[in-house]
């Protein structure tokens, strides 16, 4: 049973820094890409960054983070992040993590909320 626990958003003012842990686990991490994906209120879930399976040597991520974001994974803790820096106000919203590909069966985790605010 696949199991993504997210944690470390919060409050930060915008140009301010957070970074984002999912600690993944009932299946082999190594064998499937990470997405982070972003839901703000009254919007549909969308895809921000995408990190290749095994060694992560290839990255994807949506025009309205690239050069801000920065998506990694750690394969012996399981775990993937999202490095957040220069957040703007737009920024705000749950963010979630999903393997990828990922099976209709999986549940979403409960997600962590980032909340871009002065």
């Known amino acids: 049973q696949v199991q993504l626990v997210e944690s470390g958003g919060g409050l930060v003012q915008p140009g301010g820094s957070l970074r984002l842990s999912c600690a993944a686990s009932?299946?082999?991490?190594?064998?499937?890409?990470m997405n982070w994906y972003m839901k703000a209120p009254g919007k549909e879930r969308e895809l921000v960054a995408w990190i290749s399976r095994e060694d992560g040597a290839t990255v994807y991520y949506a025009d309205s983070v690239k050069g801000r974001f920065t998506i990694s994974r750690d394969n012996a803790k399981d775990t993937v992040y999202l490095q957040m820096n220069s957040l703007k106000p737009e920024d705000t919203a749950y963010y979630y993590c999903?393997?990828?590909?990922?099976?209709?069966?999986?549940?979403w985790g409960q997600g962590t909320l980032v909340t871009v605010s002065s």
């Open positions: 009932g299946f082999r991490f190594t064998s499937y890409g």
């Open positions: 999903m393997r990828a590909p990922s099976s209709p069966r999986d549940a």
